[in-house]
Nanobody, 127 residues
């Protein structure tokens, strides 16, 4: 059973940085991807980034491109989301999730494709 645990949320001022981590365990092969999603109050869950396990291919939503960077430490089975130049509109609960297959793209960011979810971590950006 794949298990994910997200951490690193907190309160940060606009323009600041925050780094989220997603610790993963239980994978039986190396062909998977980790996606990052966020859900702001009153809004739908939004896919914002993805990284593939085998080749490290990445994808970013336009809303975070150029500000957020996804990376992984395959030895530690941990995926990171480095968030820079944070804006108040980035305030949300952030989730990491795992899907089968390593390809990342806008077409892979539907929540239905993700078979395991972390518990979410709240990021609050103050103005």
């Amino acid at each position: 059973e794949v298990q994910l645990q997200a951490s690193g949320g907190g309160l940060v001022q606009a323009g600041g940085s925050q780094r989220l981590s997603c610790a993963a365990s239980g994978f039986t092969d190396d062909d998977y991807a980790i996606g990052w999603f966020r859900q702001a109050p009153g809004k739908e869950r939004e896919g914002i980034s993805c990284i593939g396990s085998s080749d490290g291919n990445t994808w970013y939503a336009d809303s975070v491109k150029g500000r957020f960077t996804v990376g992984s430490d395959n030895t530690e089975k941990t995926v990171y989301l480095q968030m820079n130049s944070l804006k108040p509109e980035d305030t949300a609960v952030y989730y990491c999730a795992a899907k089968l297959g390593h390809l990342c793209g806008s077409f892979t960011m539907q929540t239905i494709f993700y078979v395991s979810w972390g518990q979410g971590t709240l990021v609050t950006v103050s103005s």
